[in-house]
């Protein structure tokens, strides 16, 4: 059975940080490339971050860029958000992703696995 796993979210003042990752358990994605999304209340779930399968390649939301950074470990089928500078904005429940294609989809229907979500809280 395919699982992804998001642990790392939180409540946290404006100006903060978190790392929030994400374990990937039944089949390895190291040739996938994997993404970040968020959703607020309300709203319609949105792409947050994307990362190639070697890590080489990155691809981010202009709300988030200059300010989170996706990474990868091949070798631990793990994939990591670090985002700096929080805003209230940010608040959302945030989902791991793999894609079963190769491109730095944005569109939520390229992935085909997600995670159950982990809630990011930002407080003004």
């Known amino acids: 059975q395919v699982q992804l796993v998001e642990s790392g979210g939180g409540l946290v003042q404006a100006g903060s940080s978190l790392r929030l990752s994400c374990a990937a358990s039944g089949r390895t994605f190291s040739s996938n490339t994997m993404g970040w999304f968020r959703q607020a209340p309300g709203k319609e779930r949105e792409f947050v971050a994307a990362i190639s399968w070697s890590g080489g390649s990155t691809y981010y939301a202009d709300s988030v860029k200059g300010r989170f950074h996706i990474s990868r470990d091949n070798a631990k089928n793990t994939v990591t958000l670090q985002m700096n500078s929080l805003k209230p904005e940010d608040t959302a429940v945030y989902y791991c992703?793999?894609?079963?294609?190769?491109?730095?989809?944005?569109?939520?229907?390229?992935?085909?696995?997600w995670g159950q979500g982990t809630q990011v809280t930002v407080s003004s």
């Open positions: 992703a793999a894609a079963d294609g190769t491109y730095l989809y944005r569109a939520p229907r390229f992935y085909n696995y």
